[in-house]
Protein backbone atom coordinates (compact mmCIF):
# COMPACT_ATOMS: atom_id res chain seq x y z
CA UNK A 1 0.00 0.00 0.00
CA UNK A 2 1.25 3.34 -0.62
CA UNK A 3 0.03 6.48 0.99
CA UNK A 4 -0.22 10.36 -0.13
CA UNK A 5 0.29 12.90 2.71
CA UNK A 6 -0.06 16.78 1.04
CA UNK A 7 1.24 19.47 3.50
CA UNK A 8 1.81 22.86 2.89
CA UNK A 9 -1.99 24.71 2.10
CA UNK A 10 -2.74 27.64 3.82
CA UNK A 11 -4.32 31.56 3.48
CA UNK A 12 -2.27 34.02 1.32
CA UNK A 13 -3.00 37.10 -0.09
CA UNK A 14 -3.27 37.29 -3.99
CA UNK A 15 0.07 37.40 -5.50
CA UNK A 16 1.67 35.92 -3.21
CA UNK A 17 2.92 32.42 -3.10
CA UNK A 18 2.78 29.29 -1.46
CA UNK A 19 4.87 25.54 -2.17
CA UNK A 20 2.83 22.65 -1.40
CA UNK A 21 4.56 18.58 -0.77
CA UNK A 22 3.17 15.53 -1.56
CA UNK A 23 5.26 12.87 0.31
CA UNK A 24 4.69 9.15 -0.47
CA UNK A 25 5.02 5.92 1.95
CA UNK A 26 4.30 2.51 2.54
CA UNK A 27 5.80 0.15 0.28
CA UNK A 28 9.02 1.08 -1.70
CA UNK A 29 8.10 -1.37 -3.85
CA UNK A 30 5.03 0.08 -4.96
CA UNK A 31 6.38 3.67 -4.74
CA UNK A 32 8.76 2.68 -7.03
CA UNK A 33 6.15 1.53 -10.04
CA UNK A 34 4.29 5.16 -9.83
CA UNK A 35 5.13 6.60 -13.15
CA UNK A 36 3.13 10.01 -13.08
CA UNK A 37 2.32 12.10 -9.69
CA UNK A 38 0.04 14.89 -9.91
CA UNK A 39 -1.35 17.76 -8.45
CA UNK A 40 -5.18 18.42 -8.80
CA UNK A 41 -7.48 20.86 -7.44
CA UNK A 42 -11.55 21.32 -6.86
CA UNK A 43 -12.79 24.77 -6.08
CA UNK A 44 -16.48 24.83 -4.74
CA UNK A 45 -18.95 23.98 -7.22
CA UNK A 46 -16.46 23.03 -10.08
CA UNK A 47 -14.90 20.06 -11.38
CA UNK A 48 -11.69 18.46 -10.59
CA UNK A 49 -9.03 19.81 -12.51
CA UNK A 50 -5.46 18.79 -13.36
CA UNK A 51 -2.81 21.57 -11.77
CA UNK A 52 0.07 19.79 -13.09
CA UNK A 53 1.39 16.35 -13.33
CA UNK A 54 5.58 15.10 -13.48
CA UNK A 55 6.38 11.55 -14.82
CA UNK A 56 9.42 9.31 -13.51
CA UNK A 57 11.70 11.00 -16.01
CA UNK A 58 10.78 14.60 -14.93
CA UNK A 59 8.56 15.67 -17.77
CA UNK A 60 5.87 18.25 -16.51
CA UNK A 61 2.67 18.93 -17.93
CA UNK A 62 0.81 21.77 -16.60
CA UNK A 63 -3.16 22.74 -16.14
CA UNK A 64 -3.59 26.30 -18.63
CA UNK A 65 -4.62 28.04 -16.37
CA UNK A 66 -1.57 27.96 -13.89
CA UNK A 67 1.22 28.01 -16.58
CA UNK A 68 3.74 29.95 -16.00
CA UNK A 69 3.09 30.53 -12.12
CA UNK A 70 3.00 27.08 -10.88
CA UNK A 71 6.08 24.82 -11.22
CA UNK A 72 6.06 20.91 -10.21
CA UNK A 73 9.28 18.97 -8.90
CA UNK A 74 10.11 16.52 -7.37
CA UNK A 75 12.70 14.57 -4.84
CA UNK A 76 13.64 11.20 -5.61
CA UNK A 77 15.40 9.90 -2.89
CA UNK A 78 12.33 11.45 -0.38
CA UNK A 79 9.83 10.70 -2.53
CA UNK A 80 7.77 13.84 -2.82
CA UNK A 81 6.36 15.90 -5.06
CA UNK A 82 6.27 19.85 -4.33
CA UNK A 83 4.32 22.36 -6.23
CA UNK A 84 5.67 26.10 -6.03
CA UNK A 85 2.30 28.74 -6.33
CA UNK A 86 3.50 31.78 -7.16
CA UNK A 87 1.21 35.28 -8.42
CA UNK A 88 -1.35 33.21 -6.71
CA UNK A 89 -5.20 34.11 -7.18
CA UNK A 90 -8.45 34.09 -5.48
CA UNK A 91 -9.55 32.14 -8.52
CA UNK A 92 -7.02 29.49 -7.09
CA UNK A 93 -8.72 28.95 -4.31
CA UNK A 94 -9.16 25.24 -3.81
CA UNK A 95 -8.49 22.13 -2.19
CA UNK A 96 -5.47 20.71 -3.58
CA UNK A 97 -5.09 16.88 -3.84
CA UNK A 98 -2.47 14.57 -5.09
CA UNK A 99 -2.59 12.00 -7.12
CA UNK A 100 -0.45 8.61 -8.00
CA UNK A 101 -2.06 6.73 -10.48
CA UNK A 102 -5.48 4.94 -8.02
CA UNK A 103 -3.98 6.85 -5.18
CA UNK A 104 -5.35 10.21 -3.96
CA UNK A 105 -4.11 11.89 -0.51
CA UNK A 106 -6.61 13.74 1.74
CA UNK A 107 -5.91 17.20 0.15
CA UNK A 108 -4.53 20.32 1.57
CA UNK A 109 -6.96 23.76 1.74
CA UNK A 110 -5.51 26.71 -0.36
CA UNK A 111 -7.30 29.65 -0.06
CA UNK A 112 -6.31 33.06 -1.57
CA UNK A 113 -7.72 36.62 -0.69
CA UNK A 114 -8.33 39.46 -2.87
Known amino acids: QVQLTESGGGLVQAGGSLTLSCAAS???????????MGWYRQAPGKQRELVAD???????NYGDSVKGRFTISKDNAKNTVYLQMNSLKPEDTAVYSC?????WGKGTLVTVSS
Open 54 to 60: ITRGGNT
Open 26 to 36: GSIFRISWINV
Open 99 to 103: NAGQI
